[in-house]
């Protein structure tokens, strides 16, 4: 895939090319969100730097003045980081350091821990798209061969549910049930 991957934008949107077993195969944000079932189209991918700030800092995150968009995951409280480690597991290109990550990943937090709905699959495509230019590795977000299909804070609950797709099943199974932690 990698060898033979290549970026195309056209005026509909942007479109990663690549021949696969011979096959030219096409992946843009709307397969991946077909494909994954992710059902984020209209969702958030960003928030106002503002509302980012506040929802973490009720998070325990301790935000400095001249804050840029990295954060440390051990400055959070501690029935948060649990959660971070594992969206970071599951999303992140990062193959080490999972101490410290960016603001997408912040603001997919913050959307599970206020119930709103986060664009992962923008995020995916946007880390996919990455990689094509990237000479040095390449990530596919699911090193494991499960797709992290869904993430959702569910208030009543106090319980993030995450499931999980192998791709010998056609079930998607809970992986985590309870995180101690109340919504914002």
């Known amino acids: 895939f990698w060898s033979t991957a290549r970026i195309k934008t ?6 990663i090319l690549a ?11 709307s397969s991946l969100r077909r494909n994954l079932k992710l059902q984020d189209e209209e969702e958030i991918s960003s928030l106002p ?6 929802n973490l800092t009720l998070m325990g995150y301790n935000i400095s003045p001249n804050q840029k ?11 948060w980081k649990y959660l971070i480690h594992t969206i970071m597991q599951c999303i ?5 350091g999972f101490n410290e990550f960016s603001s997408n990943i912040a603001t997919a937090l913050v ?3 206020t119930n ?8 995916i495509f946007d880390g996919l798209v990455k990689n094509v230019n990237n000479k040095v590795s390449k990530f596919l977000m699911y090193p494991s061969n499960k797709i992290m299909a869904r993430l959702q804070f569910c208030n009543y609950h106090n319980m993030v549910a995450i499931l999980e797709k192998s791709e010998h099943n056609v079930d998607f199974h809970p992986i985590v049930d309870f ?6």
């Open 10 to 15: 056209m005026e509909e949107g942007t479109k």
């Open 19 to 29: 021949i696969v077993d011979g096959i030219l195969r096409t992946v843009t944000e």
């Open 49 to 54: 730097d503002a509302e980012l700030f506040e």
């Open 69 to 79: 968009f990295t954060f440390q995951k051990g400055q959070f409280y501690h029935q």
């Open 92 to 96: 992140s290109p990062k193959s080490t």
């Open 111 to 113: 959307c599970l821990a």
């Open 116 to 123: 709103r709905v986060y664009n992962f699959s923008k995020m």
């Open 179 to 184: 995180v101690e932690a109340s919504p914002l």
